[in-house]
């Protein structure tokens, strides 16, 4: 995030990074928006290939540039286009969860969910209880 997108969080909104796989989470967001559900509009999409290809350090480097909130979306278990990318995903993610704390980030601002194509209107749920959660907290 630039210095001008730092900023803005100084009018009360928050700002939410969300990593989602391009064959689940993606498609879910995107029904969502087709199906004309209303979603939060401070959240920043980046669709990667899979929930499994997602560093740990990109949370990180996502929370050290700015953001109030994580949020994580792929296939569901033994739904991955890849078949076993999530498994990695859930392991990695949960280890970080539990490190959070230790560097000074409350693991709440954190979460990861597992959302289908065909599933906007969860879509739509997990990211507006994500938002809530994060205003919540600031």
């Not at 999409?45 to 899979?50: D, E, K, L, S």
């Not at 194509?117 to 990211?127: C, D, I, R």
Request: with cysteine; hydrophobic share 35%; aromatic share 10%.
């Amino acid at each position: 995030m630039n210095d001008e997108q730092k900023n803005s969080s100084s009018d009360g909104e928050v700002r939410i990074v969300a990593f989602l796989c391009n064959w689940c989470s993606y498609a879910g967001s995107d029904a969502a928006g087709t199906a004309r559900l209303r979603q939060p509009e401070n959240l920043r999409i980046i669709r990667v290939p899979c929930s499994g290809r997602i560093n740990p350090l990109f949370i990180l480097k996502a929370f050290s540039m700015g953001a109030d909130g994580v949020l994580v979306s792929g296939c569901h278990p033994n739904d991955c286009h890849y078949t076993d990318g999530n498994f990695y995903a859930r392991r990695r993610l949960e280890a970080l969860k539990e490190y959070l704390p230790f560097m000074g980030i409350d693991n709440r601002r954190f979460s990861y969910q597992w959302v289908s194509a065909s599933e906007g209107q969860k879509w739509q749920k997990v990211v507006t209880n994500f938002v809530k959660r994060i205003k919540s907290i600031n």
